[in-house]
Structures are given as structure tokens and as C-alpha cells.
């Protein structure tokens, strides 16, 4: 993968089985069923569009090739929403995606840390990083907050939502001023989007190489752990529509 040039880039996590959708996922990869008349991760690339944000990379495996022949590495979302009829009205303009293909390279997905670690190559010194199988429309991703982030020294900050009532256990706590906590006596759900400095997936956090050439899978949760434990992460609490689009359940209300 040759390096993207230097701009603020956001990576779309695309690459899982989606095992919980079956059968809707046999044939299909879970970002690209539809929500409202449109791919899932559509939404997504749309509200990263409106903040400015359009230069993208997108991880595949499964059907990873549905991914990218659907979007291309130059998609015009405003066509796209023609051609979906989608009651929502959005307006995006022109979106560059590079893709890293896991499932091409190297047979399977990598799991979340091993993804990022795969297209570090393409990320740059920060980068937003969201579930390609998250839906959350009201989302805004902001310019002011990328700055803020730049200059904060940490090295990820998170949007936590109010748990779920599939997870309802929570999975980070949050103090008044912004500090993200591994256990409290308030805990929320990770949103799966995040801003993230290419440091936490190095050493000491991380022991794969840049563009992991040996394709090992490795988590997110441990690395983002030990960085909490030290102080290093910041995040905020998002109030806005959020769904973990996880059981054919959900999609189906979502579409209701």
C-alpha cells in the first residue's frame, strides 16, 4: 500500500463476518445491507463528507470486494442519494476511499487492532477511526474537535453513548472533565468512533510493525486499556441516535 498524502483521514472498520446477521450476511457484507434505502456505512462517510472530512480508508474481508466495487476509490455520495430515493435529505459531494483488503491479503479480517495497524501506512500522524456497522446520523464530525484532539497529547479520545440494553454492563467510565476510566460507578458504551494517534499502535502500546506485513490480528480493547490506566485517553458522552446495527432485529426496526 503505498503511503496517502498528508491530510486528516478517517479509516471505516468494514471487515468483519457480521456471524449475528446471518443470513443476511451469506451473501452480503453487514456495512453494505441497507438502512433507510442506503448501505449502513453509507451514513457514516456521508456525515464524515459534511464535516469536511473526505478522504477515507476502508478495511475489508468478508465480500470485501462488494465494498469496494460499490464505492470505488472516487464516490460521488450526492449520486449515490439519487440513485437510494432515501427520505433523508443529506447533501456530501465527492469522497476518495483507499481500501485495505484483509480478507485479499491475507484470508481473514485482523480484528479491529491488527485493521488499524495493517493501514497505518495510510493513516498518518491521527485519524478518525468508526464501525462501518454503527448507525448514528446525528453525528457530527467536527474540525474543532480534530484540533482540540491534536493538541491535547492523548493519545485517543472516545464518544461513549449510554448503554444499550445489550450492553448494559457499560464498557468505560467518564469523569466530569473528559477522562475516560476503565471501571467507575457510571459506566457507558464505546460508540466505535474515536479519534486516535498513530503512537497507540507502536511500541509500548502495540508490538505490530507498521502495515503489520505478517497480517497478525490483534484487539483494540487491551491497547486502549493501557492507555486509559496511564491517563492517556480523554472522551465525551454522545446523546445523539446511535444503534449498534448487531441482529437482524435491530436492522429491521431501524427500517421500520
Known sequence: MEPHPPTFLAMILAAGRGERMRPLTDHT???LLA????????????GLARGGFTDLVVNTAWFGEQISDYFGPVCNLDALEKLSNSEQISTQGTVNIRYSHEGRDFGAALETAGGIARALPLLGEAFWVLAGDVYAPDFVFSSTSVERFRV???????????????NLKGDFGLTADGAVLNQADAMFTYSTY????????????????SGNPEGRKAALAPL???????????????????????TPERLAALNR
Open 35 to 46: 438502512v433507510r434505502g442506503k448501505p449502513l456505512m453509507q451514513g457514516a462517510m456521508e
Open 152 to 166: 491535547s497529547g492523548k493519545l485517543a479520545h472516545l464518544w461513549l453513548v449510554r448503554n444499550p440494553a445489550h
Open 29 to 31: 457484507p453487514k456495512p
Open 194 to 209: 474515536g479519534l486516535y494517534r498513530s503512537t497507540l499502535f507502536a511500541q509500548p502500546w502495540c508490538d505490530i510493525p
Open 224 to 246: 486502549l486499556r493501557a492507555a486509559i490506566a496511564q491517563g492517556a485517553v480523554s472522551g465525551e458522552l454522545y446523546e445523539g441516535a446511535w444503534t449498534d446495527v448487531g
